[in-house]
């Protein structure tokens, strides 16, 4: 594949990185002060996206212009999810989205929802969700935070909505924003009681599993049109 990255920061590197070791080739890298035009992406076959909540939408846009399908790995633009993807199925475009694209975030996630399905017949426990990123993270909360905490809530009945580092109600799951130089991400879920603690946690050792996930999904996406996860590419068959 023919591969354009939008956003050639850390992540951006790793993702080439692992590209290139898969047989792909990179036709074009950008980062936030590059100006880019549809014509730039004539000979892309896909798009991968990792640049900043402030750059997303356009990149995403701009693949759309060009009809070239897009993975985006960054965060923070969802209040423009709905704009983006009413889009994509209009035009017949292909996206992929996702808050973490490491294949053991997924599996976190699976293990997540599950573990709060059978938490929901347990109210002495109380459950919280812990996130520690890097300095250099934009966001707070993270992407898999969210999602982890919007799965809880679709589960445990008692939870209606979830608060980023503030007082909360009962009603209310907190999440703890951490940002300590050099942490590539660790994300926890911890049910307490008076009794005792449950935990379920997700340490990324490296940036690799990420990027990993983002080339996969790219060779995914490929020759396909609509909007898709990233459970889509590891549950699918």
Not at 35 to 49: G, H, M, N, R
């Amino acid at each position: 594949m023919k591969i354009a990255l939008l956003g050639y920061g850390k992540m951006g590197k790793v993702i080439e990185k692992i590209a290139i070791e898969r047989g792909h080739q990179i036709v074009l890298k950008t980062n936030s002060a590059t100006l880019f035009s549809p014509d730039d992406l004539y000979d892309t076959d896909v798009a991968i996206e990792f640049s900043t909540p402030k750059n997303a939408v356009y990149n995403i846009m701009t693949c759309f212009e060009a009809n070239v399908p897009v993975v985006v790995g960054t965060t923070g633009w969802y209040s423009e999810f709905d704009r983006i993807s009413n889009r994509c199925k209009a035009e017949n475009q292909a996206l992929i989205y996702a808050t973490n694209f490491s294949i053991g975030v997924n599996l976190f996630f699976e293990m997540n929802k599950k573990l709060a399905k059978l938490m929901n017949n347990y109210p002495q426990y109380n459950v919280q969700v812990e996130e520690i990123h890097h300095t250099e993270k934009l966001d707070a909360p993270s992407g898999t935070a969210i999602t982890t905490a919007e799965q809880i809530i679709k589960e445990i009945d008692s939870k209606k909505s979830w608060k980023n580092n503030t007082e909360t109600k009962a009603s209310d799951i907190l999440i703890t924003s951490k940002r300590i130089d050099a942490v590539p991400g660790t994300h926890t879920v911890a049910y307490n009681s008076s009794i005792d603690s449950i935990a379920l946690r997700h340490v990324a050792k490296n940036r690799d599993g990420f990027g990993m996930g983002a080339v996969i999904s790219a060779e995914y996406i490929l020759g396909k049109k609509g909007l898709y996860t990233m459970k889509d590419v590891l549950f699918s068959n």
